[in-house]
């Protein structure tokens, strides 16, 4: 499989205050720590893990809406980190991004033709009638009614928007598209209609995803490749349908754990692996390993030393030292 | 079900919202009842009108525009310990309607008989206040204990749902918990005056996956230790799977199929519940299969379709769906759905357990 993004190496830090409301001490915030991965043509990768794990920044930073602290983002041979602003606009184009909350992605006082229309606009694609008839094929294409073109999103329930959404990042007909979170603000009937249509895209338009997601069955469902994070670090990676018979990492045993199966027989009976407490911080974390705070497998070594991601035979990689 | 084993009934609640577009049907002639010493799950999409039905409970349903316009909500009397407003007899004998009762008597049965957990944490506790302050006040409020023995009583609940030091944590304020530990004061609080009747609205919403599993894991350790019906609402009938021993399915204001936990989800009874269950993936699946969504999107309560308000998503609507509202059926033990599909003339569907 050719290779269509490449991430080496990545870190992004934040700075954030830890002086309190009036003193002034800044201190770093490892959003994202040395995380390197690759995603193959045509391929979807579901990026998981908790709240402040860093998936979303991973997310910002390949599209370009933060500027990675260090490392490389490769996107079909180009390094995006040392392009200038104008080549970077014209890659991005073809890197685009569905966003969480359809009710605060779309703005509020345009029309859906304008949302969806302004990226080509914005790339001078066309002639006005030329892309009026593409925004309402594109509409067609995500399951709205084409004449709906001058309504606003307020007229929208959240499924549509995420529609219009998709519809505007399908607008440069793009190559590569993460997917932050696109159904975890929607009703239980209504993700599988989007999911659904994520796949349809894909088939038709060879589309490649990044799948950002803390619904593990969700994710499970829809990617190829799972990768976990924890802390800004990448735990596990595997197949998806691999991860869930065989995960080696403590974390990643723990998170499927976690998830809730949809049967009385089978819930009823199920021996948890619950995790104690919450994530510890990010501008301070564990020495060694990051995960060995609530590892229920924990050794003096995890504090000591941190774990390499090593590759366990094809393609199944874990960073732990006890994972065999 | 045993008559003595009831500890509430709602009967025909009907709750209206008068808003300048129109009027909303949040709730329409709901009727439910909770066994004492029972799970019982609610599920349902936003809109369903699942929390609504509980507020209405509780009598904290804003008005206006709310308005609750008809039913009663039976709790059981001796509970209550109002024997002068307890029906005398017929089947409600010895229970007190809960919207009968003055602003001043539901204050002594909200957190003392009913308590809440609330979906967000981080919203309902007050940043202003210590932990302590705020465990405490209901007890002392309704007369259970003095200041002291109220903190005694506070810091052991505070133990029992896994906060570390809490002696010391007494002395915090909410945002030094992280929203987990929040869920967990949340718990502890409802359960301090140890209520009859502990309603949680979507208890583990706002919270991560594992955190998730903490707090499911602590309801169920509880739900053996102590002796109080929980009413878990939720959205996802997974959550509901592991807890609940009967499972409410809701949809546009009412209930569409009621049943005991194992009879849902082996043999459900609406195309809505099955659908639910067949848009949702599965973690233990082996192969990657499609999903199979439901179609369109809920009603709009403003103006609800005529008829069955799922006819215009149903794979399977008839023409009498589209006309006129089935009734709850009974189709099995304790198993009732609201669907012509169970009529005797209804044409068999495949996966679909007929009973008429």
Redesign the interface.
């Known amino acids: 499989m050719d290779t269509i993004l490449k991430v080496e190496h990545l870190k992004k830090y934040f700075a954030v205050n830890v002086g309190g409301p009036f003193a002034r001490h800044m201190a770093s915030l490892k959003a994202v720590d040395d995380v390197s991965f690759e995603v193959g043509r045509g391929e979807t990768v579901g990026l998981v893990g908790e709240t402040g794990c860093g998936k979303t920044t991973v997310g910002r930073t390949i599209v370009g809406l933060y500027a990675p602290t260090a490392g490389t983002i490769t996107y079909c041979d180009e390094n995006l980190c040392a392009l200038t602003r104008e080549a970077m606009r014209k890659v991005r184009s073809k890197l685009q991004m569905i966003f969480q909350d359809p009710y605060a992605s779309l703005n509020p006082r345009m029309t859906v033709g304008n949302i969806v229309e302004e990226p080509m606009d914005i790339f001078s694609i066309g002639t006005m009638a030329e892309r009026r008839e593409r925004v309402q094929e594109l509409l067609r294409t995500v399951g709205l009614n084409p004449e709906h073109i001058n309504r606003f999103p307020h007229e929208f329930s959240g499924g549509q928007r995420q529609r219009i959404g998709i519809a505007r990042a399908l607008a440069m007909n793009p190559e590569f598209i993460v997917a932050d979170e696109p159904i975890s603000a929607l009703d239980v009937s209504i993700q599988a209609q989007i999911v659904n249509m994520l796949e349809d895209l894909q088939q038709n338009l060879g589309l490649t995803y990044l799948f950002i997601a803390h619904d593990l069955a969700m994710v499970k469902h829809i990617s190829d490749r799972v990768i976990v994070l924890y802390l800004g670090k990448i735990v596990e990676v595997d197949e998806s349908k691999d991860i869930y018979k065989h995960p080696l990492h403590p974390y990643t045993k723990a998170l499927l754990s976690a998830v809730p199966i949809p049967d009385p027989r089978i819930e009823m009976q199920r021996q948890r692996i619950v995790l104690k407490g919450d994530l510890p911080s990010p501008v301070n974390p564990p020495s060694g390993c990051h995960f060995r705070t609530r590892c229920p497998i924990a050794q003096p070594i995890c504090a000591e030393q941190e774990p390499e991601l090593r590759d366990m035979g094809s393609g199944h990689m874990v960073s732990c030292h006890f994972a065999s | 079900m045993d008559e003595n084993n009831v500890l509430m009934r709602i009967q025909g609640l009907t709750t209206n919202f008068h808003t300048y577009a129109g009027v909303v049907h949040a709730v329409d002639d709901m009727t439910l009842t909770i066994p004492k010493d029972s799970v019982v799950g609610i599920v349902g ?2 809109g369903s009108g699942k929390s609504v039905t509980m507020m209405s409970v509780m009598r904290l349903i804003p008005s206006p525009p709310g308005r609750i316009e008809g039913g009663h909500v039976w709790f059981d009397g001796t509970a209550l310990r109002m024997p002068d407003r307890m029906e005398k007899d017929g089947p409600n004998k010895g229970m007190v309607d809960l919207l009968s009762l003055s602003a001043e008597a539901m204050m002594k049965v909200r957190g003392r008989h009913i308590a809440m957990i609330f979906q967000d944490p981080m919203v309902s506790l007050n940043p202003v206040l210590t932990i302590g302050l705020q465990m405490t006040e209901s007890m002392v409020v309704h007369g259970l204990a003095t200041n002291k023995e109220a903190w005694k009583r506070a810091v052991d609940m505070l133990a029992l749902v896994g906060i570390p030091n809490p002696e010391e944590r007494m002395r915090d304020y909410p945002h030094q918990y ?4 929040r869920q967990r004061v949340m718990i502890a609080m409802a359960l301090s005056c140890n209520p009859e009747l502990v309603i949680a609205d979507e208890p583990t919403t706002s919270l ?7 707090i ?2 602590l309801m169920k350790e509880l739900k053996v230790k102590l002796k109080s019906s929980i009413i878990i609402i939720s ?5 509901v ?2 807890m609940a021993d009967k499972v409410v399915v809701m949809y546009a204001g009412r209930v569409l199929e009621e049943a005991n ?2 009879d849902l ?1 082996e043999k459900p009874g609406h195309p809505y519940t099955m ?3 067949k ?7 082996e192969d ?1 299969e ?6 369109g ?2 009603p709009d309560l403003l103006a609800p379709p005529i008829g069955c308000k799922f006819a215009p998503r149903c794979k399977y609507a008839m023409n009498i769906c589209r006309e006129q509202e089935p009734q709850l059926v009974t189709v099995g033990e304790g198993h009732r759905a609201r669907c012509f599909l169970h009529h005797p003339t209804a044409p068999a569907v495949p996966g679909f357990v007929k009973v008429g």
């Open positions: 999409e936003s992280s929203g987990g530990m991560d996956v594992t955190v998730q599993a903490q499911l894991e959205h996802d009938l997974s959550i799977a592991g936990v194992y989800y659908g639910l269950m848009s949702v993936p599965r973690l233990d699946a990657r499609r999903l199979v969504p439901i179609e999107s809920p």
